[in-house]
């Protein structure tokens, strides 16, 4: 079955624009995952999607936000983008109700974002 | 905020060699995972342990884990060069929540 799929793959913007990051989970993971990667910070969490609704979040601004809509497909927005929020984003699909709890997330191949 | 530290923070071995990596954490967990990350690429997961499980083997990877500790270690064995990658723990509380920790680059070389 297909994997989790992440768009667009390469992303350039301006300081000061707003982004949306899409990412479609394996068919049937109803929780989503979303995560920054930086050298200096490595691996954020930033947020958890389950049926539609947050479930746990991270310690972000709130320039960054997210949603998930009923097909599970998520999406998160980083606005008034700074610098600093260059960074590869990767999101993480896993099995329905579980989560971390009793699986591995399976991840995209991550958007990166290069804000000039 | 991360989770666990991972130590060493790289490492370069020959084809054949052992490798092996070490996770310390800092709270109450319910599983500990290892993934692989190759070269900017998404994680992809290796293998799960769980905290009333003290060791665990898939193929050539073997995980142990000590909650008194709060340490977990990945050894890898007859490295090959398809290894290369970087290596990251990531703790699920009960919270259900994965933390990642700061991450292992191994280096094989044939």
């Known amino acids: 079955k297909a994997g989790v799929t992440q768009t667009p793959r390469y992303l350039i913007k301006t300081r000061g624009q707003q982004v949306t990051l899409s990412c479609s989970p394996i068919?049937?993971?109803?929780?989503v995952s979303w995560y920054q990667q930086t050298p200096g910070q490595g691996l954020q969490f930033l947020f958890e999607?389950?049926?539609?609704?947050?479930?746990n979040k991270g310690n972000f601004p709130g320039r960054f936000s997210g949603r998930q809509f009923s097909n599970s497909r998520s999406e998160m927005n980083v606005s008034t983008l700074e610098l600093g929020d260059s960074a590869l984003y990767l999101c993480a699909s896993s099995s329905p109700g579980q989560g971390a709890l009793n699986y591995g997330y399976t991840f995209g191949s991550g958007t990166r974002l290069t804000v000039v | 905020s991360q989770q666990g530290e991972e130590d060493p923070q790289a490492l370069s071995i020959q084809e054949g060699e052992n490798a092996t990596m070490n996770c310390s954490y800092k709270?109450?967990?319910?599983?500990l995972q290892w993934y692989r990350q190759n070269s900017g690429r998404g994680l992809v997961h290796l293998i799960l342990?769980?905290?009333?499980?003290r060791e665990k083997h898939s193929g050539r990877l073997r995980v142990t884990l000590d909650t008194s500790k709060k340490s977990s270690s990945l050894l890898i064995t007859a490295s090959r060069a398809a290894d290369t990658a970087s290596y990251f723990c990531a703790t699920a509380s009960y919270t259900d929540k994965l933390i990642f920790g700061t991450g292992t680059r191994l280096q094989v070389f044939p």
């Open positions: 999607y389950f049926s539609e609704t947050q479930r």
């Open positions: 709270t109450s967990i319910n599983n």
């Open positions: 342990i769980r905290s009333n499980e």
């Open positions: 068919s049937g993971h109803r929780s």
